[in-house]
């Protein structure tokens, strides 16, 4: 369960769509996801969305459903993470 959803904007399908091609655009490696917004990070990532609403988004999707979620040691348990 996601904490403090309710601690977020609505968020417009638009919104979405550029999310994830932030997340798309991650094949280029920075150690943090601010960098992207940084000095030597990428325009069209600034243009696209703000640094702190894209790690608001991040602090509250969620992309799994919580009836199939499996225990940890359970054989087919497994942790994803994104960074």
């Given at each position: 369960?996601?904490?403090?959803?309710?601690?977020?904007?609505?968020?417009?399908?638009?919104?979405?769509?550029?999310f994830?091609?932030?997340?798309?655009?991650?094949?280029?490696?920075?150690?943090?996801?601010?960098?992207?917004?940084?000095?030597?990070?990428?325009?069209?990532?600034?243009?696209?969305?703000?640094?702190?609403?894209?790690?608001?988004?991040?602090?509250?999707?969620?992309?799994?459903?919580?009836?199939?979620?499996?225990?940890?040691?359970?054989?087919?348990?497994?942790?994803?993470?994104?960074k």
């Open positions: 369960m996601q904490k403090d959803v309710f601690n977020c904007p609505p968020v417009t399908a638009i919104e979405i769509r550029q994830l091609g932030i997340i798309f655009m991650s094949v280029y490696y920075y150690s943090n996801a601010g960098s992207y917004w940084g000095k030597y990070g990428f325009d069209d990532i600034r243009q696209t969305m703000t640094v702190n609403r894209f790690e608001k988004i991040t602090s509250v999707i969620h992309f799994n459903d919580n009836a199939q979620h499996k225990q940890v040691g359970h054989p087919n348990h497994m942790i994803v993470f994104i």
